[in-house]
């Protein structure tokens, strides 16, 4: 599947042709698990340098990246289709999540707010703000999981 | 696995105890084929915009997410014994990969080179710059795609 988007994306940037179609929710579900993989391999990175020893440059590009998917429309990849397993792709998702869009939202709000707080605390560099800003994301990250992620 | 990390993760933020453990192989592919997952779901992105109805903002947060992950450290997660399929991971990276590793830097550095310039472009917000910046970074994806990925 990966490759035949690429293939897709590689061949009609270069011909300039065809317009994208909308994504299956097995892509969706690939691409949003994807998406909350990338951000806890980041989380890691930053955890690591609180607990080990610091690297600023680490950190700074790893808050950046969660910032960024944060921001970059998860919301999109919970499309009809994709509240259960299809083809290859798995989903921990809980049926609420569907149901209860008001909470997903104040919970996803709240999560971009606290990553894009990171992310700016991280490229001002003092690491005792950074080190309390990553503890507030995690608890935003957590907050929806324990809500709406099945164990 | 996911949980596994994560848990973590929370668990020690919030007690602020215990270093991260290194990355196994397997967290490794899992980790590195996500990002590459979520930079194909940002040009496709982006693409939709160039194709269809240009939607800037949209451009723009997807332009920061592909730079972000080219930034963000990728070559770190091809370490020891991830060269082949490792639990449920599997992957597509070639041998050559992990003995070509001038070739490697090489492509590596002119995609996030790429990648970069199309997050700067996509800033300034001149779509013509952006479509031709677009199609370049696609031809770095492929460039590394057509050397070391396997079909």
Not at 85 to 110: C, I, N, P, S, Y
Not at 124 to 146: L, W
């Amino acid at each position: 599947m990966k490759l035949r988007v690429l293939t897709i994306l590689i061949a009609t940037a270069i011909a300039g042709s065809a317009a994208a179609a909308p994504l299956k929710p097995e892509e969706q579900i690939k691409f949003r698990k994807a998406g909350y993989s990338v951000m806890a391999w980041n989380m890691g990175k930053i955890k690591a340098s609180i607990d080990g020893s610091w690297n600023k440059d680490e950190v700074q590009k790893a808050a950046a990246t969660v910032a960024a998917i944060a921001n970059s429309g998860l919301g999109g990849l919970f499309g009809a289709g994709t509240e259960k397993e299809v083809g290859e792709q798995r989903t921990r998702v809980k049926a609420e999540f569907f149901q209860e869009q008001d909470k997903v939202k104040e919970l996803a709000l709240a999560f971009n707010k606290e990553a894009n707080e990171l992310a700016r605390v991280a490229a001002a560099g003092d690491s005792a703000a950074i080190k309390a800003q990553f503890g507030k994301t995690g608890e935003a990250c957590k907050a929806c999981h324990d809500k709406f992620r099945k164990d």
